[in-house]
């Protein structure tokens, strides 16, 4: 789980993965389903080496089962490569990437990604069909063109890969980093799986956006 950011689009000196959310740092919501997740079987945070907050929270729930690694990098894809060479896990293991800004995702859509990507060759990643008409901006802030949105899909994660794959797919890209594990995997040749998401594992980019995790995860409770 890459958390090196300093989620400058919030307009807040709180990294985003630490903002407050339900009483608890927004990274902690994130890192709870995964860690309850019977098939998960160990988390790793990705960290940046100056990061001054993740040692003024608890972690204690989360036990033996979560390593901080302090290596992050400029970018998330830097992030999540130093983190899987810092890992030297074995070639076939499944790595789940997840972002620490998405902490509404559910074991329900963690169920899916496993079963239907459990026995594939290649990986995927969770993602839903574009709905919305797309534009193409020209000069003047002007639409240039609208783009046929058939076939196109809005990546989430988690993105899921076997380790030895993935760390070859991003060491491939040198200083040109990908933004996403599956741009990635793609410009090695693959094909990775797309895997039905929903909308509510939104990512929490703008302030409106917590507001929101805030009455999903809230709701949940209630449940």
């Known amino acids: 789980m890459p958390a090196a950011g300093a989620g400058s689009r919030m307009g807040g000196t709180v990294p985003k993965q630490y903002l407050p959310l339900l009483d608890k ?6 890192l709870s389903v995964f860690n309850e997740h019977p098939c ?3 988390l790793a945070v990705v960290i940046s080496p100056e990061d001054g907050w993740w040692d003024t929270y608890d972690w ?7 390593t901080v690694l302090r290596c992050g990098g400029e970018t998330r ?5 130093n983190g899987l060479k810092a890992m030297e896990w074995d070639d076939e293991d499944w790595v789940l990437v997840h972002d620490a800004a998405r902490p509404c995702i559910t074991a329900t859509l963690l169920d899916r990604l496993f ?20 534009k193409r901006a020209g000069v003047g802030q002007r639409v240039a063109s609208t783009e046929p949105r058939e076939s196109l899909w809005q990546a989430q994660t988690p993105q899921m890969f076997h380790y030895g794959l993935l760390k070859r797919a991003l060491e ?8 996403d594990e599956a741009q990635a995997v793609e410009r090695l040749g693959f094909a990775p799986k797309l895997i039905l998401g929903e ?11 917590l507001d929101m995790a805030g ?9």
């Open 25 to 30: 740092p927004l990274i902690h919501h994130t």
């Open 172 to 179: 491939s890209f040198g200083s040109n980093m990908p933004t």
């Open 215 to 223: 009455m999903l995860l809230q709701a949940r409770r209630q449940l």
């Open 40 to 42: 998960v079987h160990g």
């Open 77 to 81: 894809a830097a992030s999540v490569l």
């Open 115 to 134: 079963d239907e990507l459990r026995e594939d060759e290649v990986g995927g990643l969770l993602a839903v069909p574009v709905a919305d008409t797309l």
């Open 199 to 209: 909308r509510n594992n939104l990512k929490v980019t703008f302030p409106e956006d």
């Open 60 to 66: 204690s729930a989360f036990g033996d089962r979560l």
